[in-house]
């Protein structure tokens, strides 16, 4: 079985540009997670889909960020135009939750770098 | 604000050594507790907890959770330079219908041979 994917595994853009990232998740998971880590913080969370709708998208930085998951399997994060701040590795996960919390499966991230 | 905390933020030791990782937890609908290891890329899964007092293991690490004063440990025993990684704890919270995975900072541990 295939395990959650990410594309690309490394972005480096300049300010101001915009950077579109890609996650397959786990084929029959509904649950799909974005997080990200900047250096030497925890990891936040960003955004919480079940299918194609948006369940909480409470961790998003700002406006600058949009998450999509069209037919609900792969999702992309768009970050338009990126800041420096922006920075960091982005994490997606995904999860199956029948009638019990089960764990949730990582892709390896995105390391974005903005310049 | 639901809040992980993880202790130490960095640990060094020397091969056949033991330690014990820290994970507490401040949140709300508190369901599960989780621990990851990550070397290089994503973080692989450890161990769910869910009810207190109960250790699981696996090889030479095993976890517990106390619910009551809302902590985990992690054990690893004769450590290895292979255990050299960043270790994850989560926990996951039930709010409004939906779960939510919130994140510690992370104990990175280095083993040295």
């Known amino acids: 079985e295939a395990g959650v994917t990410q594309f690309p595994s490394h972005s480096v853009i300049e300010k101001g540009q915009t950077v579109t990232l890609r996650c397959d998740p786990i084929?029959?998971?509904?649950?799909l997670y974005w997080y990200r880590r900047v250096m030497g913080k925890e990891i936040k969370f960003l955004l919480h889909?079940?299918?194609?709708?948006?369940?909480?998208e409470s961790g998003m930085p700002n406006n600058r960020f949009l998450a999509e998951r069209t037919g609900g399997t792969y999702s992309t994060l768009k970050v338009q135009p990126a800041e420096l701040e922006d920075s960091g590795v982005y994490f997606c996960?995904?999860?199956?939750?029948?009638?019990?919390?089960?764990?949730?499966?990582f892709g390896q991230g995105t390391r974005l770098t903005v310049v | 604000e639901d809040k992980v905390v993880q202790s130490p933020l960095s640990l060094v030791v020397h091969e056949g050594d033991t330690v014990t990782l820290n994970c507490s937890y401040e949140?709300?609908?508190?369901?599960?507790l989780l621990w990851y290891k990550q070397e290089k890329k994503a973080p692989t899964f450890l161990f769910m907890l869910?009810?207190?007092?109960i250790e699981k293991k696996s090889g030479r690490l095993s976890s517990i959770l106390d619910k009551k004063e809302l902590f985990s440990i992690l054990n690893i025993t004769a450590t290895q330079t292979g255990d050299s990684a960043v270790y994850l704890c989560?926990?996951?919270?039930?709010?409004?219908?939906?779960?939510?995975?919130?994140f510690g900072t992370g104990t990175r541990l280095k083993v040295l041979a």
């Open positions: 996960a995904s999860s199956q939750v029948k009638f019990k919390v089960t764990e949730a499966f």
């Open positions: 084929s029959g998971h509904d649950n």
């Open positions: 889909f079940v299918k194609e709708s948006k369940q909480d």
């Open positions: 949140v709300t609908n508190f369901r599960s």
């Open positions: 869910t009810s207190s007092g």
């Open positions: 989560a926990v996951t919270t039930f709010t409004s219908g939906t779960y939510k995975y919130i």
